[in-house]
Each structure stands twice: as structure tokens, then as C-alpha cells.
């Protein structure tokens, strides 16, 4: 087959796609003529007066009163042993600093960081994240560790979070 024969054969084709085409949407165009008529006839049978006469008419729900009588004191029943096996993250922090990520792939072996603690300031203590306490590091046979100076009162965990 030729160039000229496939054009002309690709233009009847297209051709024949438009027809289709329009006369998918005349038919639609009758399918929306016919939903438009139903909701007009919907709507002319419906009467939004009665259902808000019906709606302000109608009587509020009642419910009777809460009591605590069955329920017992929470300190008297507050088991704590359901909680004691609960894993939790605890982490020392030195120090931090932000720094650009082009001067973070600048760095290599030897290279410092400054941090943004002073020498023989006390370390934070995190559990999961959270501030509880403030400590200095210790070496116990071999090990770090870590020296509790000062514990962070709920009342204080509190306020940071202000």
C-alpha cells in the first residue's frame, strides 16, 4: 500500500469516528432531556414547606442522666503492671547543630562539627524523644554512662511543651 492510499484510508477512519461520535451525543442529549423532565416532575410533586413544618414540629431526643455510680475510683483500680513491660527508646543527646546539606557532603574523616553545648555541660536524657532528665557521662567498667543531675518534673515537661 502506498503513503497516499494509508492517508486516505487513516482520513476515512477518522472520519467515521466523528459520525460515531455525534451520534453518541444526540442520544445522550435524549437521555438528559428525559432525566431533566423526571426531576422538574419530581420536583413539582414535593413540597419543601411540609418537610420543614415536619422538621421544627418534631420532639428533641431525651437521654437519661450520667452517673458514676458503678464506675470506681481511678487511683483504687490503676494498674500499673500492665504498662511495666513496655519497651521505650532512651537516648543521651550531647548536642546538636544545623548545618546546610552542602556542607554535609563536604565532610570526611576527621572532620568537626560544632555542636551547640559548651565542654562539661550536663548531656540530655530522652525517652522516646521526650526530655526527662539531665546528666553527666561516667565510665563504669569500660562502659559509658550516664550521671543523673536532674530530673525534669511533669510540671516542666509541660511548659516545654507551650
Do not use: C, H, Y
Amino acid at each position: 500500500m502506498s503513503d497516499e492510499e494509508n492517508e486516505n484510508e487513516n482520513k476515512d477512519e477518522n472520519n467515521n469516528k466523528i459520525e460515531n461520535d455525534n451520534k453518541n451525543e444526540n442520544d445522550d442529549g435524549a437521555d438528559w432531556g428525559d432525566a431533566l423532565d423526571e426531576q422538574a416532575a419530581g420536583e413539582a410533586g414535593g413540597d419543601w414547606g411540609d418537610a420543614l413544618e415536619e422538621q421544627a414540629s418534631a420532639e428533641a431526643a431525651s437521654f437519661d442522666e450520667v452517673s458514676d455510680n458503678g464506675i470506681k475510683s481511678i487511683d483504687s483500680e490503676l494498674n500499673l503492671d500492665v504498662l511495666l513491660d513496655v519497651p521505650v527508646t532512651v537516648s543521651m543527646e550531647v548536642g546538636n547543630t544545623k548545618i546546610s546539606i552542602r556542607n554535609l557532603l563536604q565532610l570526611n574523616q576527621g572532620s568537626v562539627i560544632e555542636l551547640d553545648r559548651l565542654a562539661g555541660e550536663p548531656m540530655d536524657v530522652l525517652v522516646n524523644g521526650t526530655l526527662i532528665a539531665r546528666g553527666e557521662v561516667v565510665v563504669v567498667n569500660d562502659k559509658f554512662g550516664l550521671r543523673l543531675t536532674d530530673i525534669i518534673t511533669p510540671a516542666e515537661r509541660v511548659k516545654k511543651l507551650k
